[in-house]
């Protein structure tokens, strides 16, 4: 660990210049399946508790109920969490490094499978349909937690670019943004009365259930949303 901290540092001012900005940019196609566009709620409709309030409350739910929850609410995660992180390697400004997938299980307006997040386009791909609540939670280090959520969001990103330019300090960079974005979702489901929880998982078996459109890209993070198993909807 030291060795690879050592390894992915920068030492001189001149690195640090070189190190900012110029985020590479990903190539990602247009939908080809079909597409869902996102419902956010308007700024009217949005929770007004204080976010102190909001941190306070949150937590890593420890069990989710097999319950719904609503395209907007799902929608305004999606749209809140992802309108850029202030960070020296994301250039120009809303720049982002880690490609959302979804495994949706219980969507209200959303029939379940497996999803990408097209953020520029504010819409939703499908890139199969089904029940796949069995297989996200293989993925999640066959846990309970992402097969009972609503929906289950995999991090993915595309480290060749991004080492290329960074170096390997790029992988502290996608792990940095992808953690900042993960607070983001915490943040969002709690200020709607959801729960969340941060997981690990199988790697390569992530990439290949979301392949051939993740194909090449490396797991690096997952969050599971939904309605805590202790604070059931009425």
Same mark, same amino acid.
């Given at each position: 660990?030291?060795?690879?901290?050592?390894?992915?540092?920068?030492?001189? $001012?001149?690195?640090?210049?070189?190190?900012?900005g /110029?985020?590479?940019?990903?190539?990602?196609p247009?939908?080809?399946? *079909? %597409? #869902?566009?996102?419902?956010?709620?308007?700024?009217?409709?949005?929770?007004?508790?204080? #976010?102190? /309030?909001? #941190?306070?409350?949150?937590?890593?739910?420890?069990?989710?109920?097999?319950?719904?929850?609503?395209? *907007?609410q799902?929608?305004?995660?999606?749209?809140?969490?992802?309108?850029g992180?202030?960070?020296?390697?994301?250039?120009?400004?809303?720049?982002?490094?880690?490609?959302?997938?979804? %495994?949706?299980?219980?969507?209200?307006?959303? $029939?379940?499978?497996?999803? !990408? =997040?097209?953020?520029?386009?504010?819409?939703?791909?499908?890139?199969?349909?089904?029940? =796949?609540?069995?297989?996200?939670?293989? @993925?999640? @280090?066959? /846990?309970?937690?992402?097969?009972?959520?609503?929906?289950?969001?995999?991090?993915?990103?595309?480290?060749?670019?991004?080492?290329?330019? =960074? &170096?390997?300090?790029?992988?502290?960079? !996608?792990?940095?943004?992808?953690?900042?974005?993960?607070?983001?979702?915490?943040?969002?489901?709690y200020?709607? &009365?959801?729960?969340?929880?941060?997981?690990? =998982?199988?790697?390569?078996? !992530?990439?290949?259930?979301?392949?051939?459109?993740?194909?090449?890209?490396?797991? #690096?993070?997952? !969050?599971?949303?939904?309605?805590?198993?202790?604070?059931?909807?009425?």
């Amino acid at each position: 660990m030291r060795e690879m901290h050592a390894a992915s540092s920068l030492d001189s $001012p001149e690195e640090v210049e070189a190190w900012r900005g /110029q985020t590479p940019k990903t190539d990602f196609p247009p939908p080809t399946g *079909p %597409i #869902i566009q996102l419902q956010p709620l308007s700024d009217a409709e949005m929770p007004r508790d204080p #976010i102190e /309030q909001v #941190i306070q409350r949150r937590g890593s739910t420890r069990k989710f109920a097999r319950s719904s929850i609503t395209l *907007p609410q799902l929608s305004t995660m999606l749209d809140r969490a992802t309108r850029g992180v202030p960070a020296d390697f994301l250039d120009p400004p809303g720049a982002q490094l880690n490609d959302l997938y979804l %495994i949706v299980h219980a969507i209200e307006g959303l $029939p379940p499978g497996a999803y !990408v =997040f097209h953020r520029s386009r504010g819409v939703l791909e499908c890139l199969k349909q089904g029940n =796949f609540r069995a297989d996200a939670g293989y @993925l999640g @280090l066959e /846990q309970d937690l992402p097969a009972d959520a609503a929906v289950a969001i995999f991090f993915l990103a595309d480290l060749r670019p991004i080492l290329q330019r =960074f &170096g390997n300090r790029g992988y502290r960079a !996608v792990q940095l943004e992808a953690g900042t974005l993960g607070g983001k979702f915490y943040l969002a489901a709690y200020a709607q &009365g959801l729960g969340a929880s941060g997981l690990t =998982f199988f790697d390569d078996d !992530v990439t290949r259930f979301f392949s051939p459109h993740a194909e090449g890209k490396s797991a #690096i993070f997952l !969050v599971a949303l939904g309605h805590s198993a202790k604070h059931k909807p009425a």
